[in-house]
C-alpha cells in the first residue's frame, strides 16, 4: 500500500467501496453473501409482529408515502427506500439470530441488507449489483468496528455506530459514487453514528432504533453526497472524529487492513441460539459437558463461565430479566434453556424464559474473567465453563469455536432449515412462500432486476 493509504484511510476505505466491482469478488465471497442474505430474511421475518417492530412500522407509515418501490417484508406493503429500510432494519436485529463478525463485535446484515435491498429494488439494480454493495457494506463496516476497537464497545453498540458507515457504503456503491462523494457520504454518516448500551438495564426497545437509524442514515448520507452534500474527510481518524470521540484503542491501520485481498465478510459468523452472541460459547461448552457425561439440569450445582470482560460489560448488567429480549442478555437464562431443554431458541425463550427451573439454573451460573479468554478475544470467541454437580464432581469444559463460527459454520441446508424455522415462527410466509425465497436468493447473482421478494 501507498503512505498516503495510511495518511489518509478513510479515502483508501472510501476508494474501495466506490470501486468494488463484481467480477473482483471471489465466487466463494459471493455465495457466502447469498447465504448471509437467507440468513438475514428469517431474522426479519421472524419478527413481524414483535411490538417494537411493529411501533417502528407505524411511525413509517404516518410519516412515509403509502406506496413506493421499495419493499417493507413484514407488512408487503411498497415505500419510499428510507422508510422500507428504517422498518426492515428495525426488524433484522429483534430475535437475536442475525449474524456477528467476531472481531469488530458487529452485526452486518441488519444494517447493510436492508437499505441496500431498499435502494436496489428503487434503482432496479440487478443481482450482481445489489450482491456487490452487500460486500462493500461488509467490508467497510466491519473494518470501522475494527478500527473503533474494544474501548468503544463498552459504552457503544457498533452495530449502531459502524453500522451508518456500512449502510453508506452499500448504498452508495448502487448509486454508483465516486471516491470522492463516496468519502463524503462517509462524513455524513459517521457524524450520524449512534447507540450506547444503556437501554439494557432498562430492558428499553433501543437497540431497534439502533439499527433503524444506522441503515437510514447510511443510505441519506449516500443520497446526500450524490448531491453534492459534502461531509467530513477525516470523519473516523480525524482530530475530532470518531476514533478520538467514541474510543480509547482506535488504530487507523485496521481501517484499511487487507483491502480487496482479506475479505471480512467471509469471516462473518451464523447464530445458532437465539440470544447475545456472547452467551453462545458458554452455551456450547455447558451443552458439551453435559451431553459427554450424561448430566440432566438437576444434577448441577454451579457453573462458572470463564469468559471475556466484553461478555461481562453487556451480560453483566441483566441479573434478573424482565423480558424475553433481556433474558437474551443473561448468561444464567440463556445456560439455563440449554441445561433444561438443550436449546436456546426462540420457542423456548418465549415460554420458559422464567420457568422456575430455567430460573433456578440461572441463580447457579456465574461470569469470571478468564484471561486466556479476554486475549484472544474479539478475534476467537473461545468458550470454557467449569461444571460442579451436586454429588461433587468437576468437569471442564471448552469449545474453541462455537457454531456458526466459519471453524464450524452452517451448510447450506443448515442455513435454510433455519431460516424456514424463523419464517414459521413469525408467521410471515407459507412454506411455499419460504421455500421460493430460498430459491430466488440462491440464484440472485444471475437475477436481472431485484424486484419483490414477496408477493
Given at each position: 500500500m501507498s503512505a498516503n493509504t495510511f495518511d489518509h484511510p478513510s479515502r483508501t476505505l472510501a476508494t474501495f467501496a466506490a470501486g468494488l466491482s463484481f467480477s473482483q469478488i471471489p465466487d466463494p465471497v459471493l455465495r457466502r453473501a447469498e447465504d448471509l442474505m437467507l440468513d438475514w430474511l428469517g431474522s426479519v421475518l421472524a419478527a413481524r409482529s414483535a411490538r417494537p417492530v411493529q411501533a417502528i412500522q407505524r411511525f413509517a407509515e404516518t410519516m412515509g408515502p403509502a406506496e413506493g418501490s421499495s419493499e417493507v417484508l413484514i407488512s408487503r406493503r411498497t415505500t419510499s427506500p428510507v422508510f422500507a429500510a428504517l422498518v426492515n432494519a428495525a426488524a433484522s436485529h429483534y430475535v437475536e439470530q442475525d449474524d456477528?463478525?467476531?472481531?469488530?463485535?458487529?452485526?452486518?446484515?441488519?444494517?447493510?441488507?436492508?437499505?441496500?435491498?431498499?435502494?436496489?429494488?428503487?434503482?432496479?439494480?440487478?443481482?450482481?449489483?445489489?450482491?456487490?454493495?452487500?460486500?462493500?457494506?461488509?467490508?467497510?463496516?466491519?473494518?470501522?468496528?475494527?478500527?473503533?476497537?474494544?474501548?468503544?464497545?463498552?459504552?457503544?453498540?457498533?452495530?449502531?455506530?459502524?453500522?451508518?458507515?456500512?449502510?453508506?457504503?452499500a448504498v452508495g456503491r448502487l448509486l454508483e459514487l465516486t471516491p470522492a462523494q463516496m468519502l463524503h457520504a462517509f462524513g455524513s454518516a459517521g457524524t450520524q453514528s449512534a447507540g450506547v448500551w444503556e437501554f439494557l438495564r432498562d430492558a428499553a426497545d433501543s437497540k431497534q432504533l439502533h439499527c433503524a437509524h444506522a441503515a437510514a442514515s447510511g443510505l441519506m448520507s449516500a443520497y446526500l453526497a450524490k448531491d453534492g452534500f459534502t461531509g467530513a474527510q477525516h470523519v473516523l481518524e480525524g482530530a475530532q472524529g470518531l476514533g478520538v470521540g467514541m474510543s480509547s484503542d482506535a488504530d487507523p491501520a485496521?481501517?484499511?487492513d487487507g483491502l480487496g485481498t482479506r475479505w471480512t465478510l467471509a469471516e462473518t459468523s451464523f447464530k445458532y441460539h437465539a440470544s447475545c452472541r456472547h452467551t453462545h460459547p458458554a452455551a456450547d461448552a455447558l451443552l458439551q459437558v453435559m451431553t459427554a457425561h450424561g448430566l440432566k439440569h438437576s444434577d448441577i450445582a454451579r457453573v462458572v463461565t470463564h469468559v471475556h470482560?466484553?461478555?461481562?460489560?453487556?451480560?453483566?448488567?441483566?441479573?434478573?430479566?424482565?423480558?424475553?429480549?433481556?433474558?437474551?442478555?443473561?448468561?444464567?437464562?440463556?445456560?439455563?434453556?440449554?441445561?433444561?431443554?438443550?436449546?436456546?431458541?426462540?420457542?423456548?425463550?418465549?415460554?420458559?424464559?422464567?420457568?422456575?427451573?430455567?430460573?433456578?439454573?440461572?441463580?447457579?451460573?456465574?461470569?469470571?474473567?478468564?484471561?486466556?479468554?479476554?486475549?484472544?478475544?474479539?478475534?476467537?470467541?473461545?468458550?470454557?465453563?467449569?461444571?460442579?454437580?451436586?454429588?461433587?464432581?468437576?468437569?471442564?469444559?471448552?469449545v474453541d469455536e462455537p457454531k456458526g463460527d466459519p471453524g464450524d459454520t452452517l451448510s447450506r441446508a443448515e442455513i435454510e432449515d433455519k431460516m424456514k424455522r424463523l419464517v414459521q415462527y413469525g408467521a410471515a410466509a407459507t412454506p411455499e412462500e419460504a421455500q421460493a425465497l430460498c430459491d430466488r436468493i440462491w440464484g440472485l447473482a444471475d437475477a436481472a432486476r431485484v424486484d419483490r421478494l414477496l408477493g
Open positions: 456477528v463478525h467476531n472481531g469488530s463485535v458487529f452485526h452486518p446484515a441488519a444494517v447493510v441488507f436492508a437499505p441496500a435491498l431498499a435502494t436496489a429494488q428503487a434503482l432496479g439494480a440487478s443481482g450482481a449489483q445489489l450482491l456487490t454493495a452487500v460486500v462493500a457494506g461488509y467490508e467497510v463496516g466491519i473494518r470501522v468496528g475494527e478500527f473503533l476497537g474494544r474501548s468503544h464497545y463498552r459504552t457503544f453498540h457498533t452495530t449502531a455506530t459502524a453500522g451508518t458507515l456500512a449502510a453508506a457504503a485496521r481501517l484499511v470482560q466484553g461478555a461481562i460489560d453487556v451480560l453483566g448488567r441483566v441479573v434478573v430479566p424482565t423480558t424475553v429480549h433481556q433474558g437474551k442478555f443473561s448468561m444464567g437464562t440463556v445456560l439455563g434453556l440449554i441445561a433444561v431443554h438443550g436449546r436456546a431458541g426462540l420457542t423456548e425463550f418465549d415460554r420458559d424464559y422464567l420457568a422456575p427451573e430455567v430460573a433456578a439454573f440461572r441463580d447457579k451460573v456465574m461470569m469470571e474473567l478468564d484471561r486466556e479468554v479476554d486475549t484472544a478475544y474479539p478475534a476467537r470467541w473461545i468458550g470454557k465453563v467449569s461444571i460442579e454437580t451436586t454429588d461433587g464432581r468437576r468437569f471442564p469444559g471448552r
